[in-house]
């Protein structure tokens, strides 16, 4: 009899341990597919300070001389990319891809101008910039860069009035590209006034197109250098990002110097390999690279340190392009000999159906995607008085 129940009770056990591990089995792979381009592992070993060798095959991984991929091969024999003429760097590309025809049309269009990185200001009024540097008084401890495109004005407009607004020691300011897109409506006149209105619109004269998101990375770099050369922390971020600046301060005045000194800080996909479905998202040709990704933090947010600029500036100079902005970011910092930092409080792939939860997202750093309405309502929130968790 009291076996029996023992039997009962045992085999209740098991079937519930068995639904946990279905459960957890589940939404593990179910956070796999949301995470388009990588798997999620666990936190990778502290960085140093940064060195730049001569020779950067070893740091890329590049010297298995078998891989005739065309980037393979390009940064075994780069010393580095040219300042000059970078139309040629591009028809070459096109020459010695034997399918290059057959590249998707933003790969092909990306190549042939993929030396080609400086970009004048596209300025409103066509004289001076109506954004203002860095004073010596004013120079942000935290910068939050972010990524927007020309017609994303409700996307911009919910950054300033939630998280982008000014807090002691951050900046806000939006990296576009051109608001004469190709072939679409003419966004200057809209632009221009927003740009005089708000002052924080740094706009280039390049195309906006998520394959030239890593332009946005590089003029920005070139900017601060010129412009804000002392910012400690700079947060590169896309315009659908929910981020709990408080939290994040916090976190960065906590750091070990050490760390804050070579900051590369977000959620960090480890072993990600290219995706090679050919019409799918993200899809690399064989023929075009071959090989890992380098760790890299995942585009939607992530923190470097604003001592890195320099650096970042001279690594990029020396690695081959990469159409990915994210992926190519975390190439310069392999290249420099840093690794990036994983922080469980940036969620880069956010359940859609989380974003009106604000008791989680209180103890999170940055989540990404959030739609600007879903941003204003967190926000709400998050400050209101009736927030109870
Ligand atoms: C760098 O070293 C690799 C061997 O490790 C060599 O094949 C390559 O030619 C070198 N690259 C340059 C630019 O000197
Ligand atoms: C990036 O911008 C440049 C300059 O406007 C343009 O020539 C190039 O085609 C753009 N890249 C892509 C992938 O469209």
């Keep these: 009899m009291r076996c029996r129940k023992c039997q009962l009770c045992l085999s209740a056990l098991l079937t519930l341990l068995g639904l946990k591990v279905y459960i957890e089995w589940t939404s593990e792979s179910w956070l796999n597919k949301a995470v388009p381009r990588a798997t999620f592992l666990s936190p990778t070993a502290p960085s140093t300070e940064p060195t730049l060798p001569v020779n950067l095959s070893a740091r890329l991984g590049q010297t298995d001389s078998l891989s005739l991929a065309y980037w393979n091969q390009k940064q075994r024999h780069l010393r580095v990319l040219p300042s000059t003429d970078c139309q040629t760097w591009g028809t070459v590309a096109a020459s010695e891809i034997r399918d290059f025809l057959f590249y998707p049309q933003d790969l092909q269009r990306f190549l042939l101008s993929a030396a080609c990185r400086n970009f004048p200001l596209w300025l409103p009024t066509g004289r001076s910039s109506p954004v203002a540097s860095c004073s010596d008084k004013d120079v942000p401890y935290l910068l939050l860069a972010v990524k927007s495109e020309p017609g994303q004005f409700a996307a911009r407009q919910a950054v300033r009035e939630t998280w982008g607004r000014a807090v002691a020691g951050t900046r806000l300011?939006?990296?576009?590209?051109?608001?004469?897109?190709?072939?679409?409506?003419?966004?200057?006149?809209?632009?221009?006034?927003?740009?005089?209105?708000?002052?924080?619109?740094?706009?280039?004269?390049?195309?906006?197109?998520?394959?030239?998101?890593?332009?946005?990375?590089?003029?920005?770099?070139?900017?601060?250098?010129?412009?804000?050369?002392?910012?400690?922390?700079?947060?590169?971020?896309?315009?659908?990002?929910?981020?709990?600046?408080?939290?994040?301060?916090?976190?960065?005045?906590?750091?070990?110097?050490?760390?804050?000194?070579?900051?590369?800080?977000?959620?960090?996909?480890?072993?990600?390999?290219?995706?090679?479905?050919?019409?799918?998202?993200?899809?690399?040709?064989?023929?075009?690279?071959?090989?890992?990704?380098?760790?890299?933090?995942?585009?939607?947010?992530?923190?470097?340190?604003?001592?890195?600029?320099?650096?970042?500036?001279?690594?990029?100079?020396?690695?081959?392009?990469?159409?990915?902005?994210?992926?190519?970011?975390?190439?310069?910092?392999?290249?420099?000999?840093?690794?990036?930092?994983?922080?469980?409080?940036?969620?880069?792939?956010?359940?859609a159906d989380r974003t009106r939860d604000p008791c989680t997202i209180r103890d999170l750093l940055l989540v990404h995607p959030v739609s600007p309405q879903d941003t204003i309502r967190l926000w709400k929130h998050l400050w209101g008085p009736n927030l109870q968790c």
């Design 173 to 351: 300011l939006f990296l576009l590209g051109s608001p004469l897109g190709m072939g679409g409506p003419d966004l200057r006149s809209l632009v221009t006034w927003e740009s005089q209105h708000y002052g924080d619109l740094l706009l280039w004269d390049f195309l906006d197109v998520p394959y030239n998101r890593t332009l946005k990375d590089l003029l920005l770099l070139t900017w601060l250098s010129q412009h804000c050369p002392a910012v400690n922390f700079i947060l590169q971020v896309q315009d659908d990002a929910f981020v709990h600046v408080p939290a994040l301060l916090e976190h960065l005045q906590t750091l070990p110097p050490t760390w804050a000194r070579s900051l590369y800080l977000g959620e960090v996909f480890t072993q990600a390999k290219p995706l090679r479905k050919p019409g799918g998202p993200f899809y690399v040709p064989k023929t075009f690279f071959e090989g890992d990704y380098p760790a890299y933090a995942s585009g939607g947010g992530y923190v470097i340190s604003g001592r890195l600029v320099p650096w970042l500036l001279q690594a990029a100079a020396r690695v081959v392009p990469f159409p990915f902005d994210d992926v190519y970011t975390g190439l310069c910092f392999r290249a420099l000999g840093l690794v990036p930092r994983a922080h469980p409080g940036f969620l880069t792939a956010w359940p």
